[in-house]
């Protein structure tokens, strides 16, 4: 599988741009990934803050992560802009008939496909060998695009995941 997704984030945005993920329950199919494309592009094209252009990119991840990034070197992301990214984050929820904020189902990458698995099986999980100190996990609680290259997918032993699971570390 191929987890290259740096390259894809825009160079002239500050390492200090505000990121957002959103986790989707399944895979997208090909032509719903390419509506969502066109629905976060329309989007952030017009994504303002108190009038104000707000330096935007978004982007569908390995048809399943939605990322919203705004360099706020340029326009400050206001309560009322957070809240339209919102909204439309549930528009696409509701059309697609997915979750996207359910943030007890973790992802990780098992046999080079991205699987999901719920909280609460965690511990089942790494005793039956499924999940290993050095899988890779989905760290969707990034908050800046820095973090977003340096934490977003990596090992379990590297996330806040070892701290509930301190027989892997």
């Known amino acids: 599988m191929n987890l290259n997704y740096r ?51 978004g982007t569908l991840f390995f048809g399943q992560f939605i990322v919203l990034m705004a360099d706020e070197s340029a326009t400050g992301v206001s309560g009322c802009s957070t809240d339209s990214s919102v909204r439309l984050i549930k528009e696409i929820e509701k059309a697609f008939n997915v979750s996207l904020f359910d943030r007890q189902m973790l992802a990780f990458v098992i046999k080079e496909k991205i699987q999901l698995l719920p909280l609460n099986q965690l511990n089942y999980a790494v005793q039956n060998g499924f999940i290993s100190s050095e ?33 892997l570390v």
């Open 7 to 57: 390259e894809l984030l825009p160079e002239e945005f500050s390492p200090e741009s505000r990121v957002w993920i959103y986790q989707s329950n399944r895979l997208f199919s090909l032509s719903e990934a390419l509506i969502i494309e066109d629905l976060l592009n329309d989007f952030v094209a017009k994504w303002n803050s108190h009038g104000d252009p707000v330096k935007g990119f």
């Open 135 to 167: 899988t890779l996990y989905f760290n969707n609680t990034v908050l800046n695009k820095q973090e977003l290259m340096d934490k977003w997918i990596i090992s379990v032993r590297e996330s806040w995941l070892a701290t509930k699971l301190p027989a």
